[in-house]
Every structure is written in C-alpha cells, then in structure tokens.
C-alpha cells in the first residue's frame, strides 16, 4: 500500500524515512534503473556495477538476485551530482555544520544562538524507541543476504557499505559510540557460515579503540553491523567529523530526520536499517580475513583480523541491499570523496593553519599520494627563500588522521600566481619547476603506511617522502625526451609522461640489491651525458607505453608501487649533513615480488553480463559495451 501510494500521487520526498524511498525518488526522476533478469551475486553483480559507473550511468536495482530474496542497489552515489540531488533538502545546513568544527559542542549547548545551521535542530540528536524486538524486522540468517563477490580472486562475499557500530566499553552509550565503515567477510575461509563474520579495520580506528579497552576488561565488545536505511547513515560512516560530533548526529543533520535506535538482547539496533547484524568480538581473537579486491588497485591478501561471533541476524519489511565495487580508481568511492570534499569545505583551513588546500590524489589509490598548497608567511627578507613553514605545515598533514597514511607528499606554497591541487598536471610541474633537489626532498622512514599497500617492508610499514617547493621558477622543464635519455644501455622505451618527466622501461626486478646496481649504472651513464636539468623525475617501469598513456597510468603506477625509502634513487645522489640530495630523482616503479597482483576483470563474466547490455535487455541502450 505505501509503495503505490507513493508512486501514484508522485510525493517527493527529499528527507528519506529509508532506503526505499531513496529508490523510488530515484526512479521518478530518472536516476534508477531496474534490472529484471537473474543476475549471479557471484561477480555478475559487481561487473556490470562496473560497466555502468564507468559509463556515468544509473543506480541500479536487482530485482532478481540468485539465491536471495532480498533485492539489491548499488551506484546510489556514482556521481557528485547524484549524490547532491540524495541530499538535496539538508546539503546547505550540512555545510554550515561542519564550518563549526572548530567547536561544534557550542551548537548544542547554545541551540537558539546556532539555529540558522540545522544542528540545533532536534532532528540532528539520536531518538531512542523503547521496543522489546525491532519493529518491522524480522530474523534471517547470514545465507539469506545477497553473498555478493566482486572479484575473482576475493576469499569470499563482503558487505562493502556496512555501518559498523560500537560503544566505548568504560563509558556505553549512544552517544560514545562509533559509527565506521570496515568492510565484512561473510563467508569463505575459516569462517562458519550464519555464525561468524570478519571485520576488517585497524586498531587506530574508533572501533579499534573501543576494542582495545574490551580486551584490557576482558570483555567481548558488542558490535552491530547496520546495512542500508536513509543514504546518510551510509555517508555518515565514512565522514571525517570534527571533534565532539557523533556519526549518529551527522546523521540525523544530513537525513533530516532523528537517528531512530533501540536496544535488543545489549545489541543496538537501528530501526531504519535494511538489515542488522549483531555480534560480539571476544579478546584477541582472530581469524584469516581477505583476499579482496581493494580500492588501490590490488587484492589486498589474507592477514588476521578480529572475528565476530554472530548473534542475531535482522531484515526490515521491503529490504534492500545497498553495495558498491572497489578496485582501481575511479570507482564509487571517488564519488564519495568528492561529496566528502564539498560537504567539509575549508575544514582543512581550521584544521591545519596555513595549509589552503589538501588533494588525497584518486587516481593514486587515495592514501598513497597528497597534494597540498601551503603558505609561507614568515620568511625574513634577508634570507633565501625555501621551505620553511611549509615544511611545519607538512609535519601537521602527514599527522592528521587518515592524511597520515600518506607516502608521497607534494608541497608548495601559493604565492603571485594561483594554484590548484585538483589540476593535477598544472600542479606537479608547478612543484617540478621550482623544487631544489639538493635541498628540498625530506624522508621519513621505517613508519606507517596503509594497510592495504603492500609496496612496503611489510605489513602497514613503509616510508614516507616530502617535496617541497617555494619561490621562483628554477628551471624549464623538457617537452619531449631529451636527448641524454635516448638510446641508453639496458632500458628501452623511453617515453616521455609529462614536461619534466618521463617514463624508462627497465628488466624486470629481481632482489633490491640488484636494482641499487642497475640503477646506478643507469644514473652514471645519464650523468656521464651531461646536466639534466630540465627533466628531474624519472620513473622506472615495467611498461613505458602504458605508464606514459595517461596521467592516471602515470600516477596510478608510480605511486601505488614504489615506497619511497626504498624505490627512491637519484643521479649525483649524495648525503649532506645526513640529508638526501641529488640531481634528478629517479622512481623505481616496477611490479616487486613482495607486492599484491592487480585486479584483473575475468573475461568470462564480461561475456556472460552482455546479455543485460544486449537489446531486449534492462541495460540496453543505457550503457554501451
């Protein structure tokens, strides 16, 4: 009845009860796609969710997932403005909330002075119902839900929109909780199906924190896993909040609605959920989680990670299964970095003074790579002008939350002419044209690094570099591969990337000291040709052609499979003072034994899903293949 209802009399409703209404608006307006035939959640599903985002297409709707009941979406926030138009009725008094990050407790003890931003509003707190069982909800088992597996090498199904929820074990409540997303396992490996999952996060996360102190108890920590209900409780688990504002807040802010919750057995529950698992970790405990196909590009591989004893499985009434895809950028989750940029504005600014801009570049994989434009405000006049403020300012970046995961940091300060991290060219050859390569390339090594990036020393370990740059132009950078460059010794296929670098193809690696001796052959044999000046970044690849076909090749290589401590190398490098220097960075980029393999579509999958593209089908003439 409320389905036809809501179809027939065409409501628009912009502040979604649940993820159906979500769909349906969708529909009306033509961003929603239905697709009727049977589709395999065994990488069908995630295969033509790709095709599609690829293609700047729909959300998509399976209506007919084999071996579920449950329908499922996926692409709800495939482009910006899509998502824009999800939030369409609480975007602007979102912004305004996070422009008080600064101290955004003052809103809610001061309500009638901060009105005007929506979090004073009485929708923005949590609304605890009293209920004996979920309202609306019934049980089912993990086997019931869509077991969606995106890539073929993955060890097995995974919730990749999960709300992960915990509370703080010395001080519960909702309002010490947290609210992540940490992708699932739900079957494959050692796990017994209906009655275990994996979570997969790391211990500096809030649900790493409040684990940390369960296990000091000797306690099991209680977690609920929420999937689906209004698109903000999904935005709202990846939100980077300022201090002092809960995940459950910002989530009654951007629904304009109360986050409606209640208790079950000590299990919270949300009571817009599409689905709700509840569960708890014991201390220390661990099983194999992963492979699985991740947002860098790779599989990240098997490692341990706590395990949850499942408790008690729940599926709302109309159930949908919200998912995405992940695997080399751009995916879905670009999109929501994109949302999460626009929506937190100038934070950064507050944040880190000084610092103007900040750019997690995608096409690197996120965490690999920065971008930043910083400020240098206090140079005397009587010295030379360097890296001096930037280089503070650069300290505070790589330790700011997820910032810190970073490898490669590329700094300037923005002086006579304007810059933008978001042009990404324009802006490393700013940095190239100005950097002193004896003076301004800072390391930090034998430190952290993603989880997931595997071009380290091993597991979350790596390196960390700075490039630094103010002033003048130093230099013109070369147009075409110059002539030192052509015809060297054993590398081939020079190619030229961009102005300033470009692109060497190299044997394959074997052990890093063989490549500290054929790279510096190569870097005697370059200096023995002359001053290169105009071209001070060199990468070292497996495949020059492919590496120099587009930015994002150059970017996405270069940077996801190198660690800078060990991938770095220079010609005329040398030390000062205990200080790296050199004339021409050289990057060895080629694939290491050590490293993840690449995501790879299967070929046979990609045959097998024409037939929803094909005429007659739900996809034809939508997206072409």
Same mark, same amino acid.
């Given at each position: 009845?409320?389905?036809?209802?809501?179809?027939?009399?065409?409501?628009?409703?912009?502040?979604?009860?649940?993820?159906?209404?979500?769909?349906?608006?969708?529909?009306?307006?033509?961003?929603?796609?239905?697709?009727?035939?049977?589709?395999?959640?065994?990488?069908?599903?995630?295969?033509?969710?790709?095709?599609?985002?690829?293609?700047?297409?729909?959300?998509?709707?399976?209506?007919?997932?084999?071996?579920?009941?449950?329908?499922?979406?996926?692409?709800?926030?495939?482009?910006?403005?899509?998502?824009?138009?999800?939030?369409?009725?609480?975007?602007?008094?979102?912004?305004?909330?996070?422009?008080?990050?600064?101290?955004?407790?003052?809103?809610?003890?001061?309500?009638?002075?901060?009105?005007?931003?929506?979090?004073?509003?009485?929708?923005?707190?949590?609304?605890?119902?009293?209920?004996?069982?979920?309202?609306?909800?019934?049980?089912?088992?993990?086997?019931?839900?869509?077991?969606?597996?995106?890539?073929?090498?993955?060890?097995?199904?995974?919730?990749?929109?999960?709300?992960?929820?915990?509370?703080?074990?010395?001080?519960?409540?909702?309002?010490?909780?947290?609210?992540?997303?940490?992708?699932?396992?739900?079957?494959?490996?050692?796990?017994?199906?209906?009655?275990?999952?994996?979570?997969?996060?790391?211990?500096?996360?809030?649900?790493?924190?409040?684990?940390?102190?369960?296990?000091?108890?000797?306690?099991?920590?209680?977690?609920?896993?929420?999937?689906?209900?209004?698109?903000?409780?999904?935005?709202?688990?990846?939100?980077?909040?300022?201090?002092?504002?809960?995940?459950?807040?910002?989530?009654?802010?951007?629904?304009?609605?109360?986050?409606?919750?209640?208790?079950?057995?000590?299990?919270?529950?949300?009571?817009?959920?599409?689905?709700?698992?509840?569960?708890?970790?014991?201390?220390?405990?661990?099983?194999?989680?992963?492979?699985?196909?991740?947002?860098?590009?790779?599989?990240?591989?098997?490692?341990?990670?706590?395990?949850?004893?499942?408790?008690?499985?729940?599926?709302?009434?109309?159930?949908?299964?919200?998912?995405?895809?992940?695997?080399?950028?751009?995916?879905?989750?670009?999109?929501?970095?994109?949302?999460?940029?626009?929506?937190?504005?100038?934070?950064?600014?507050?944040?880190?003074?000084?610092?103007?801009?900040?750019?997690?570049?995608?096409?690197?994989?996120?965490?690999?790579?920065?971008?930043?434009?910083?400020?240098?405000?206090?140079?005397?006049?009587?010295?030379?002008?360097?890296?001096?403020?930037?280089?503070?300012?650069?300290?505070?970046?790589? !330790? %700011? @939350?997820?910032?810190?995961?970073? $490898?490669?940091? &590329?700094? =300037?300060?923005?002086? #006579?002419?304007?810059?933008?991290?978001?042009?990404?060219?324009?802006?490393?050859?700013?940095?190239?044209?100005?950097?002193?390569?004896?003076?301004?390339?800072?390391?930090?090594?034998?430190?952290?690094?993603?989880?997931?990036?595997?071009? !380290? %020393? @091993?597991?979350?370990?790596?390196? $960390?570099?700075? &490039?630094? =740059?103010?002033?003048? #132009?130093?230099?013109?950078?070369?147009?075409?591969?110059?002539?030192?460059?052509?015809?060297?010794?054993?590398?081939?296929?020079?190619?030229?990337?961009?102005?300033?670098?470009?692109?060497?193809?190299?044997?394959?690696?074997?052990?890093?000291?063989?490549?500290?001796?054929?790279?510096? $052959?190569?870097?005697?044999?370059?200096?023995?040709?002359?001053?290169?000046?105009?071209?001070?970044?060199?990468?070292?690849?497996?495949?020059?052609?492919?590496?120099?076909?587009?930015?994002?090749?150059?970017?996405?290589?270069?940077?996801?499979?190198?660690?800078?401590?060990?991938?770095?190398?220079?010609?005329?490098?040398?030390?000062?003072? $205990?200080?790296?220097?050199?004339?021409?960075?050289?990057?060895?980029?080629?694939?290491?034994?050590?490293?993840?393999?690449?995501?790879?579509?299967?070929?046979?999958?990609?045959?097998?899903?024409?037939?929803?593209?094909?005429?007659?089908?739900?996809?034809?003439?939508?997206?072409?293949?």
């Amino acid at each position: 009845m409320y389905r036809s209802y809501f179809l027939e009399i065409g409501v628009i409703r912009v502040k979604y009860r649940n993820l159906e209404e979500c769909i349906l608006d969708l529909e009306k307006h033509g961003h929603l796609v239905r697709i009727r035939e049977e589709v395999d959640p065994n990488l069908e599903m995630a295969a033509i969710h790709m095709k599609v985002y690829a293609a700047h297409g729909p959300a998509l709707l399976f209506e007919n997932v084999k071996g579920s009941k449950f329908p499922a979406v996926s692409n709800l926030f495939g482009t910006i403005e899509r998502s824009k138009f999800i939030f369409r009725n609480t975007w602007d008094s979102t912004q305004k909330v996070i422009a008080l990050r600064n101290d955004p407790i003052k809103a809610l003890k001061n309500p009638f002075k901060y009105l005007g931003t929506g979090l004073a509003a009485r929708t923005a707190l949590p609304l605890k119902q009293i209920t004996g069982s979920p309202a609306g909800f019934k049980e089912i088992q993990i086997a019931d839900l869509p077991l969606i597996k995106h890539w073929q090498g993955d060890g097995g199904a995974f919730v990749t929109l999960p709300q992960v929820y915990s509370e703080d074990p010395e001080k519960p409540g909702i309002m010490n909780s947290n609210l992540g997303m940490y992708r699932v396992q739900l079957t494959g490996n050692d796990y017994e199906v209906n009655k275990e999952v994996g979570i997969h996060y790391q211990i500096h996360r809030g649900i790493g924190i409040h684990q940390d102190k369960a296990n000091k108890l000797g306690k099991p920590l209680k977690v609920s896993i929420f999937i689906g209900g209004p698109p903000a409780h999904t935005l709202s688990a990846i939100m980077p909040l300022p201090e002092g504002m809960s995940e459950l807040t910002f989530a009654g802010l951007l629904s304009g609605k109360h986050f409606r919750y209640s208790y079950v057995d000590g299990y919270c529950i949300s009571n817009d959920a599409d689905f709700v698992i509840t569960g708890e970790i014991p201390p220390n405990e661990t099983k194999p989680e992963g492979p699985f196909g991740d947002h860098l590009g790779y599989y990240s591989l098997i490692h341990e990670f706590p395990v949850m004893k499942v408790h008690k499985v729940y599926a709302k009434n109309n159930a949908i299964f919200p998912f995405t895809v992940v695997g080399r950028p751009p995916q879905e989750d670009t999109a929501f970095g994109e949302l999460i940029h626009e929506l937190t504005g100038s934070a950064i600014r507050q944040e880190i003074p000084g610092v103007k801009e900040v750019h997690a570049v995608d096409a690197a994989g996120v965490h690999p790579l920065l971008f930043a434009i910083g400020s240098e405000r206090y140079t005397p006049y009587q010295q030379v002008k360097q890296p001096m403020e930037i280089l503070t300012q650069a300290n505070r970046i790589l !330790g %700011t @939350g997820q910032l810190s995961l970073a $490898k490669f940091l &590329f700094i =300037a300060a923005e002086e #006579k002419e304007p810059v933008s991290t978001h042009r990404m060219e324009e802006f490393l050859a700013y940095i190239l044209e100005r950097i002193d390569l004896q003076r301004d390339i800072h390391f930090q090594t034998n430190t952290t690094i993603d989880t997931l990036d595997y071009s !380290g %020393t @091993g597991f979350n370990t790596g390196s $960390k570099v700075v &490039f630094a =740059a103010v002033g003048d #132009k130093k230099r013109e950078l070369c147009k075409e591969v110059p002539e030192q460059l052509q015809g060297l010794n054993e590398f081939e296929n020079v190619n030229f990337i961009m102005p300033g670098v470009v692109a060497v193809q190299g044997p394959n690696f074997t052990t890093y000291q063989n490549a500290e001796l054929e790279i510096a $052959k190569l870097c005697d044999e370059i200096q023995s040709r002359g001053t290169l000046d105009s071209c001070p970044m060199i990468i070292l690849c497996d495949d020059s052609e492919f590496l120099s076909a587009t930015i994002d090749n150059f970017l996405w290589v270069t940077f996801t499979r190198s660690n800078p401590s060990h991938d770095m190398y220079g010609v005329n490098s040398h030390f000062d003072f $205990k200080h790296w220097a050199c004339d021409n960075v050289i990057i060895d980029a080629r694939t290491k034994p050590h490293q993840a393999p690449p995501l790879i579509p299967d070929p046979t999958v990609e045959e097998r899903i024409k037939r929803v593209f094909d005429q007659g089908g739900s996809l034809a003439g939508i997206v072409k293949v």
